[in-house]
């Protein structure tokens, strides 16, 4: 599920233990904040090779990680029912930021 609030985006996703998000890269930092459950979050080469990696959990507080525009990386669920956001600003056809969404997906990608 996906939300406008305000100047910011907020894409839903959930995933179960069994659940391998795969690695990919995008064009914006972004915040993956977990919302319920736990998650790692790796850091990945060119290769899908694990950099690093940091284990998020939502009781914990601080469950959030900048990813950097660019950085290869990906999740997995550490519990079952796991629920995370990725959190960013809107976006230009040309990557600059805006305070409202128009509805151009590909900013998104």
Known sequence: MEYAAGNIFIREGKLDRANI????????????????????IEKLDAADNV????EKTAEQGQNWVLIKAGVRHRVTALA???VYHC?????TPQGDIVQEWDGWGKAYE
């Not at 950099?51 to 940091?54: C, R, T």
Request: hydrophobic share 40%; net charge neutral.
């Open 21 to 40: 998000m795969a690695g990919h890269e995008h064009n914006f930092d972004h915040v993956t904040y977990i919302a319920k459950g736990a998650a790692r």
């Open 51 to 54: 950099v690093s990696s940091i």
């Open 87 to 91: 959190i960013y600003a809107h976006r």
């Open 80 to 82: 079952d029912g796991t």
